[in-house]
């Protein structure tokens, strides 16, 4: 078969007709897939599913407006080739997401894998990516040690955890107001990294840090964390947990009269603010990865047509954003390639470099980040927001501000 082809391509040649057909010949070099197939996990249920579940329709929304348009280009095979989620429920954990990465992939033989939500259950999942080496862009999760195990077939699109509240403190260190900051950390990866990352920024911008606690998870009671901040009286109370945590710990402190010139919460989502109560709320501040009036680059139109369609907002469903940059690094990762041969799109990814929605994107080398061994981190970070009257207020860095920061205190 070979031997034909070559004997037809070396007819063509002397004829001129392959001059002439250009690129389009290189069709008959390698089989063009039906479909690009791209596997995921989500948790449609199980305690993640409130933060997440809607966004298996954004990702197929996504996948039709591509679809409309032909489909990807994929240069190698000379045409636009159509786009194809498969994506299963994780329930939330991380040994089903695991267990339904490696049939995406002997089973449903995608071509390769966007990444589950939150840390520990990408960290879980992405052993398959060198496994079987396989593209795996991994999307809400941003833990270190992610990044740390030496793994060439995984990038993410978020930078390091630590580096969460950068912006903030930059911020911070330019309005010279703020001079105390104390800290209640939730005992999980994500918010030790992030609280770790941003203490010592803190103190690096010349805050006194006068408080530094720490509590479980499942922590209910805070009465003598927030004696302790009560008896320091710092400008700040920085919060770093999830949802459940942050809201019984805000109640709590409100009740107790803690008050600081500001509270700062890195998830003040609709997760957070629901339950809070918009008044209670208003004027908190925490971050988000992007917020309408961010001209960051990419698609900015389809993004929020697809939010449209959907229902979503990202006021309520803050990590869409992350989705789609997500989106946006798949679609661009193969189009440079050209190709869904795995060693290409590899490539492509290590090599890319692209404006999305949020700003600019690329993953970093090993040595780039903090951590000395991790490679593969993208360099999205999150930008302070506040709720001010109900909505979100984007602060900070200047160019991309919606509003004026506004402290409670003087």
Same mark, same amino acid.
């Given at each position: 078969?070979?031997?034909?082809?070559?004997?037809? @391509?070396?007819?063509?040649?002397? =004829?001129?007709?392959?001059?002439?057909?250009?690129?389009?010949?290189?069709?008959?070099?390698?089989?063009?897939?039906?479909?690009?197939?791209?596997?995921?996990?989500?948790?449609?249920?199980?305690?993640?599913?409130?933060?997440?579940?809607?966004?298996?329709?954004?990702?197929?929304?996504?996948?039709?407006?591509?679809?409309?348009?032909?489909?990807?280009?994929?240069?190698?095979?000379?045409?636009?080739?159509?786009?194809?989620?498969?994506?299963?429920?994780? =329930?939330?954990?991380?040994?089903?997401?695991?267990?339904?990465?490696?049939?995406?992939?002997?089973?449903?033989?995608?071509?390769?894998?966007?990444?589950?939500?939150?840390?520990?259950?990408?960290?879980?999942?992405?052993?398959?990516?060198?496994? %079987?080496?396989?593209?795996?862009?991994?999307?809400?999760?941003?833990?270190?040690?992610?990044?740390?195990?030496?793994?060439?077939?995984?990038?993410?699109?978020?930078?390091?955890?630590?580096?969460?509240?950068?912006?903030?403190?930059?911020?911070?260190?330019?309005?010279?107001?703020?001079?105390?900051?104390?800290?209640?950390?939730?005992?999980?990866?994500?918010?030790?990294?992030?609280?770790?990352?941003?203490?010592?920024?803190?103190?690096?911008?010349?805050?006194?840090?006068?408080?530094?606690?720490?509590?479980?998870?499942?922590?209910?009671?805070?009465?003598?964390?927030?004696?302790?901040?009560?008896?320091?009286?710092?400008?700040?109370?920085?919060?770093?947990?999830?949802?459940?945590?942050?809201?019984?710990?805000?109640?709590?402190?409100?009740?107790?009269? @803690?008050?600081?010139?500001?509270? %700062?919460?890195? %998830?003040?989502?609709?997760?957070?603010?629901?339950?809070?109560?918009?008044?209670?709320?208003?004027?908190?501040?925490?971050?988000?990865?992007?917020?309408?009036?961010?001209?960051?680059?990419?698609?900015?139109?389809?993004?929020?047509?697809?939010?449209?369609?959907?229902?979503?907002?990202?006021?309520?469903?803050?990590?869409?954003?992350?989705?789609?940059?997500?989106?946006?690094?798949?679609?661009?990762?193969?189009?440079?390639?050209?190709?869904?041969?795995?060693?290409?799109? @590899?490539?492509?990814?290590?090599? @890319?470099?692209?404006?999305?929605?949020?700003?600019?994107?690329?993953?970093?080398?090993?040595?780039?980040?903090?951590?000395?061994?991790?490679?593969?981190?993208?360099?999205?970070?999150?930008?302070?927001?506040?709720?001010?009257?109900?909505?979100?207020?984007?602060?900070?860095?200047?160019?991309?501000? =919606?509003?004026?920061?506004?402290?409670?205190?003087?």
């Amino acid at each position: 078969m070979e031997i034909g082809r070559r004997t037809v @391509l070396k007819g063509l040649a002397a =004829t001129g007709v392959l001059a002439a057909a250009g690129p389009w010949i290189r069709v008959a070099s390698a089989q063009a897939p039906d479909t690009i197939l791209v596997g995921a996990t989500l948790a449609l249920t199980g305690p993640f599913s409130d933060e997440v579940a809607p966004f298996k329709k954004f990702m197929e929304l996504w996948a039709e407006q591509i679809n409309a348009q032909g489909g990807i280009m994929l240069r190698e095979h000379g045409k636009r080739i159509p786009v194809k989620f498969i994506v299963y429920d994780d =329930t939330s954990k991380p040994p089903v997401s695991l267990q339904s990465y490696e049939k995406l992939v002997t089973v449903d033989k995608v071509h390769l894998l966007l990444g589950p939500y939150s840390s520990p259950i990408t960290a879980a999942a992405s052993t398959v990516a060198d496994k %079987h080496k396989i593209p795996f862009i991994a999307l809400e999760a941003n833990s270190t040690h992610i990044f740390a195990r030496g793994f060439q077939w995984l990038v993410g699109v978020i930078d390091d955890g630590p580096k969460w509240s950068w912006h903030y403190f930059d911020m911070l260190k330019a309005e010279g107001k703020a001079k105390t900051i104390g800290f209640i950390i939730q005992e999980t990866g994500h918010t030790k990294e992030v609280g770790a990352g941003s203490i010592a920024k803190a103190q690096e911008i010349g805050l006194k840090v006068v408080v530094q606690e720490t509590a479980p998870a499942p922590a209910t009671e805070f009465t003598p964390v927030i004696t302790k901040m009560k008896a320091a009286d710092p400008d700040i109370v920085y919060i770093s947990g999830f949802p459940a945590f942050n809201v019984a710990f805000y109640k709590q402190a409100l009740e107790q009269g @803690l008050a600081p010139r500001e509270f %700062h919460v890195i %998830h003040h989502g609709s997760a957070f603010r629901k339950p809070t109560g918009d008044a209670r709320a208003n004027l908190v501040t925490g971050e988000n990865y992007w917020m309408p009036g961010v001209k960051g680059g990419g698609d900015v139109t389809l993004f929020e047509d697809l939010l449209t369609k959907t229902g979503l907002s990202v006021a309520d469903y803050p990590w869409v954003s992350i989705h789609m940059f997500g989106l946006e690094t798949l679609k661009a990762a193969l189009e440079k390639a050209g190709t869904v041969d795995r060693e290409k799109v @590899l490539k492509a990814l290590w090599d @890319l470099d692209i404006k999305t929605i949020s700003g600019r994107l690329r993953f970093q080398k090993k040595g780039e980040g903090l951590h000395p061994d991790a490679q593969g981190q993208g360099t999205l970070n999150p930008f302070p927001t506040q709720i001010q009257e109900g909505k979100y207020i984007t602060l900070w860095p200047q160019e991309i501000a =919606t509003g004026k920061h506004i402290y409670p205190r003087k």
